[in-house]
């Protein structure tokens, strides 16, 4: 169990610029989490996958924004035309899936997002 | 939004004391976790209790659910400097999409 991981861990660009963030789950977890954090705030649920499905977007999530996971196993995040409302952490996070009630989330150190 | 409040929003105790958080949510729920994440490092799962469970303890944490009333607390007993960080709850609720809703957490710091 290698964990989590997230990369980049920082990242710094200017505004109008696109990024893309990329999340490697724990290998046998089928359900990949993002998440949204603010400075003083819990996270904030964005999208999560189960396998390669899309299967849940929040209202905070804009067309600027998509995720994908194209086989199941990592995913990418991408905001375009990045905007000063976009700095935050976006963290990852996987589990297993089970039906009727959700998995503890084992989480990646998140990769932080500044717009200049 | 997010659904849950937790109480209080800062906590400062000399190391050897207990930590009570307390958290508020308003809707039915499947089961309650709690996260632990320390500066800039991200969260980490500490326990989870189910919906039917009143009481739950992990080593020195010790969780309650009173689901009449829609909160939880998180006790940490005889705390330590390494205990400082931020606390979360996090609600799985019966209506809705496959996903947690975090509280804005307990930030916890423990003096030696």
């Known amino acids: 169990d290698t964990g989590v991981s997230q990369d980049p861990r920082h990242k710094i660009t200017k505004r109008g610029q696109n990024v893309t963030f990329r999340c490697d789950p724990i290998?046998?977890?089928?359900?990949l989490y993002w998440y949204r954090q603010t400075l003083g705030q819990g996270p904030e649920f964005l999208t999560y996958f189960q396998n390669e499905a899309q299967l849940e977007k929040s209202r905070l999530l804009s067309d600027r924004f998509s995720a994908e996971r194209p086989k199941g196993s990592f995913s990418t995040l991408e905001i375009q035309r990045t905007e000063q409302g976009d700095s935050a952490m976006y963290l990852c996070?996987?589990?297993?899936?089970?039906?009727?009630?959700?998995?503890?989330?084992?989480f990646g150190d998140g990769t932080r997002l500044s717009i200049l | 939004s997010q659904q849950g409040e937790e109480d209080p929003q800062a906590l400062s105790i000399q190391e050897g004391e207990n930590a009570t958080m307390n958290c508020s949510y308003k809707?039915?729920?499947?089961?309650l976790q709690w996260y632990r994440q320390n500066s800039g490092r991200g969260l980490v799962h500490l326990i989870l209790?189910?919906?039917?469970?009143r009481e739950k303890h992990s080593g020195r944490l010790r969780v309650t659910l009173d689901t009449s009333k829609k909160s939880s607390s998180l006790l940490i007993t005889a705390s330590r400097a390494a205990d400082t960080a931020s606390y979360f709850c996090?609600?799985?609720?019966?209506?809705?999409?496959?996903?947690?809703?975090f509280g804005q957490g307990t930030r916890l710091t423990i003096n030696p």
């Open positions: 996090a609600t799985d609720q019966t209506q809705g999409a496959q996903k947690l809703v």
């Open positions: 290998s046998e977890h089928n359900r």
């Open positions: 209790i189910r919906s039917n469970e």
């Open positions: 809707t039915s729920i499947n089961n």
């Open positions: 996070a996987s589990s297993l899936a089970s039906s009727g009630y959700i998995q503890p989330q084992h």
